[in-house]
T-cell receptor
Framework: KQEVTQIPAALSVPEGENLVLNCSFT??????LQWFRQDPGKGLTSLLL?????REQTSGRLNASLDKSSGRSTLYIAASQPGDSATYLC??????????????FGTGTRLTIIP | DVKVTQSSRYLVKRTGEKVFLECVQD?????MFWYRQDPGLGLRLIYF???????EKGDIPEGYSVSREKKERFSLILESASTNQTSMYLC?????????????FGQGTRLTVV
C-alpha cells in the first residue's frame, strides 16, 4: 500500500527566505505527483502537477522536483511572502484496479512565513 | 476554470440523521472522489466514481454510501450519522487526457454531528 510522508509537519521561516518542503512515498510505481495548497478551513488548490516521466515543473516562484527511484519530491518556494502561509500537501497518483488514477495524500506541512 | 462546488460550507446534524453531501463539477470530468480530512490523519478516500452509476469503495467506506446519477453530480450519503463522522469532507473531480491526470477540489464541507 502506498504511503506518503511529509516532513516537517510545521515550518516557520522569515519573509524573503527560500525554502524547501519534502515529500516521500514508498512505492515508486506512481502515475504522477501533485502539490496542493490548503488555506485554513478551505478546500485544496492545485499548485503543480508532475507526470511520472518528468523531473520537475515550475510555476512562478514555485518549483517542484520528482525523483521516482528514490521516492522523493520537493517543493521549492523562492523569496517567501506572508501570503504563502498555508498547509502544503503532496499527493501521488496511482492506477487503480479499474485503470483510472486515484490519489494518496501526505498529511501536509503547515508553513508560516514571518513578516 | 474548473469549478467544483459543494452544496454546504458548514452543516450541523444530529446523531442518527440521514445526511446528504452534494458535489457538482462543471467540466465534464469522468472521475469524482469523496475524501474526509482529520487532523493528523490527512485526507482519506471514502468513495470514488469513474462513470455515471459507477462507484467504488475507497479506504474508509464504512458508514457511507454514494450516488452518481448524472456525470456532473456526486453525492455522499451518511445513512445514520454518528459523532465519529464529524469531519471536513472534500469532493474532487479529475480528468485523464493524454496521460495527464489533474485533480480539482471543492471548498469543503465542515460537518459536525452532535
Amino acid at each position: 500500500k502506498q504511503e506518503v510522508t511529509q516532513i516537517p509537519a510545521a515550518l516557520s521561516v522569515p519573509e524573503g527566505e527560500n525554502l524547501v518542503l519534502n515529500c516521500s512515498f514508498t512505492d515508486s510505481a506512481i502515475y504522477n505527483l501533485q502539490w496542493f495548497r490548503q488555506d485554513p478551513g478551505k478546500g485544496l488548490t492545485s499548485l503543480l502537477l508532475i507526470q511520472s516521466s518528468q523531473r520537475e515543473q515550475t510555476s512562478g516562484r514555485l518549483n517542484a522536483s520528482l525523483d521516482k527511484s528514490s521516492g522523493r519530491s520537493t517543493l521549492y518556494i523562492a523569496a517567501s511572502q506572508p501570503g504563502d502561509s498555508a498547509t502544503y500537501l503532496c499527493a501521488v497518483g496511482v492506477i487503480s484496479n479499474f485503470g483510472n488514477e486515484k490519489l494518496t495524500f501526505g498529511t501536509g506541512t503547515r508553513l508560516t512565513i514571518i513578516p | 476554470d474548473v469549478k467544483v462546488t459543494q452544496s454546504s460550507r458548514y452543516l450541523v446534524k444530529r446523531t442518527g440523521e440521514k445526511v446528504f453531501l452534494e458535489c457538482v463539477q462543471d467540466m465534464d470530468h469522468e472521475n469524482m472522489f469523496w475524501y474526509r480530512q482529520d487532523p493528523g490523519l490527512g485526507l482519506r478516500l471514502i468513495y470514488f466514481s469513474y462513470d455515471v452509476k459507477m462507484k467504488e469503495k475507497g479506504d474508509i467506506p464504512e458508514g457511507y454510501s454514494v450516488s452518481r446519477e448524472k456525470k456532473e453530480r456526486f453525492s455522499l450519503i451518511l445513512e445514520s450519522a454518528s459523532t465519529n463522522q464529524t469531519s471536513m469532507y472534500l469532493c474532487a473531480s479529475s480528468y485523464d487526457f493524454e496521460g495527464i491526470t489533474e485533480a480539482f477540489f471543492g471548498q469543503g464541507t465542515r460537518l459536525t454531528v452532535v
